[in-house]
Structures are given as C-alpha cells and as structure tokens.
C-alpha cells in the first residue's frame, strides 16, 4: 500500500531559482510533445501515437538540441512525457480531455522526481532531492522510512511558498476493531452529527476571514487597474503581486486549515468506528440556494466523504454511502413519519410514541439504520 505525506519546503535562493527552472523545463518538454504530436496526426492522422518509449528516445535527442534541459532534474523531464502519454491514453479512454498547451502564466506549477536519492536526514528536517541537495522541510507526519520512498512531488502554489508531497510504500495499517457502527448527518451549523449524540460544530472560515479579503481583494482590483492604465504587465506589477500573494496566502490558510479539522474529524470516526453510514449529498443542487450556497461550499462535505472513504480503506473499516430521503422525518425510534419541517426547527416530539428528538441526531440515527439494513418504515 502507497501513502502520500504532505509538506512544506523551505529553499534557498539558489534552490528557488533552480526549482523555478524545472518547472519551466517541464513545461517546456510538455507543451514541444504535444506539438509535435498535434502535427504529427495532421500530417497523417491514421498513424498510431508514439509509445512512451519512443517519446523517451525523442526526448533525448531534444536534450541534445537544447543543452539547457541539462540543467534540472532528469527524471522531472521524463515524467512530464509519462504524465503526457498517460493523458492521452485516458483521453482515448474517455476518461479526460485532451491535453492542453500548459501556460507560464498559471501561478500553481509542480513537477514530479522519481529518484532512488530522495530521503531525510536523521530528524527529518531536511530533505535531500536530486539536483536541489538537501532543502529545509517540515512534514506532515513524523518517521518516515526513507526505504519506502517512491516519488516527490514539489509544488509552487499561488502564494509563492514550496510544497512536496512524498510517496511511501507502508505495511498493512488495520486498525484494531471495535464492533461499533455509527450514522453522520451533515448540516451548517455543525459539520458533523453523529448517531452517538456527539456534535462537530462547523468553522464559518469563510466568515472569519471575510473582512481581510475584503480588504486586500478591493486592493488587489484597484492595483490590476492601475497596473494596465500605466501599460505594466501584471506579472512585473510589485504593487499588484503583493496584493495578489496576501490575497492567496489567506485563500491557502483558510484551505488548510479546514483540511486539517477534516482530517482530525475523520481520523477520530475511523479509530473509533467500525462501520461508517454517511449520507449523500448533492451539493451541486443545493447551492442553488442563493442565500446558503457559501456556507454550504464552505462545509466541503465532499472533501470529508473523499478523506472517509480512502481512510476507511487504508485502515481496514467500513463506509456506506445512504440515500437521505426522509431521514429527517421519520422517528428514529418508532419509525411514525412526522412529516417535513422548517429549518428552524430544531427538535420535535413523535406524535406517536412521544420521543423528543434533535433532528439531526435523529436523522443520524436513521442513516445508521439505513446502512445497516434496518427499513424506516413502520
């Protein structure tokens, strides 16, 4: 089993410009393979694609008419041709579009190593990768056996800060059982709710850090308008880019901080559950709702079904994905429907056997049903 662990690198001058480089030369040897397969199918478009290997042999040749690929990490350069013929066998497949000319525009650029070298030093604050030496880092996740190290992947995102994710095969992960099950209803004012009562209140990131994008967004606007009055390209506008890296620094402070609670909430869901039921939603028709579509697409429930269902796989332990009809309408105890109810509504009593329930632990507790077998009905 493969495992991907997240960090941040800290280069030096040198390191960044050399990084700078190879996501440039990637780039580079992206978009000429692609171009010279677009016209290679123009000239005859009954000729079969070039193999990887071929590509590879083509590569080889390029590095002889541009020395300067020469200067970066080999193995960056030949993943690019892999990632490439990899898209076009997925586009024939149907499964992805074709493969586009990448732009140096785009702020996010990240290239892939596969060398045997890569490793960290005894307490994992450096990092050794080809061509770059050992860079500063600081990882997600503490004894990383350097015998397992497949892949890195060194990315720059919009704030200009250097991030790596590494590639590890582990041993079997399962966790000891539990014989517990348990239903989770999603909702706004808390994220989660379980079928055991236990409640995980929602972090509004979106409205904490509301007024500090406001501030630099409206900042951020005026400079793009003043940069293009003056004739400036904006990527050599000072004033524009640094209002654009505040802007991106507290989008990506916002994006992990919301993962790292999500992954805390599901990691603790599948330590101690054996059988997960989680119901499943359709964001896509719910934030049509004008007046809740940003504090729905804040919530990120599709991300905290993503990370349930690849830890409940990694860690030997169940998940059920249930169908929420009237979840929130049927008594968990009883089974009596008690119809549709306002969103203000918070509790209600069974008019049938006179239970008072919370409505989202009570719909819960019907998701636990549900994926567990039990029918709502009477």
Known sequence: MYKGIEGKIYPNKDQQVLINQTFGHSRFVWNQMLGMLNARYENNPDLNILSFNKLSSLLTQMKKEYLWLKDVDSKALQNSVKTLRETFDRFFKKQSNYPRFKSGKIHKQSYKTLERTIRFNSNQRYIKLPKLGWVKCRM???????DGIKSATIT???????????????????????????????????LAITSDGVKYPSLYLHKKYKKQLYYWERRLAR??????????????????????IQVAKLHQKIKDTRKDYLHKITTELVENYDVICIEEL????????????????????????TLLEYKNLAYGKE????????????????????GKKPLHIREFTCPKCNIRHDRDINASKNIRNIGLGTSLSQ
């Open 156 to 190: 720059r995102k919009s704030n200009n800060n250097c991030y790596i994710s590494v590639l590890v095969e582990v041993e079997n992960q399962d966790l000891s059982k539990t014989d517990k099950a348990v239903g989770i209803d999603l909702g706004l004012t808390d």
């Open 319 to 338: 998940l059920v994905i249930v169908n929420p009809y009237k979840t929130s309408q049927i008594c968990s105890s009883c089974g009596a429907e008690t």
């Open 223 to 244: 400079r793009r308008i003043q940069a293009k009055k003056e004739g400036k390209d904006l990527r050599r506008a000072k004033n524009y880019q640094k209002a654009r």
């Open 282 to 305: 359709k964001t896509s028709n719910m934030i049509k709702n004008h007046n809740l579509a940003q504090s729905i697409a804040s919530q990120s429930w599709r991300m905290f079904r």
């Open 140 to 146: 997600s996740l503490n004894h990383i056996n350097n």
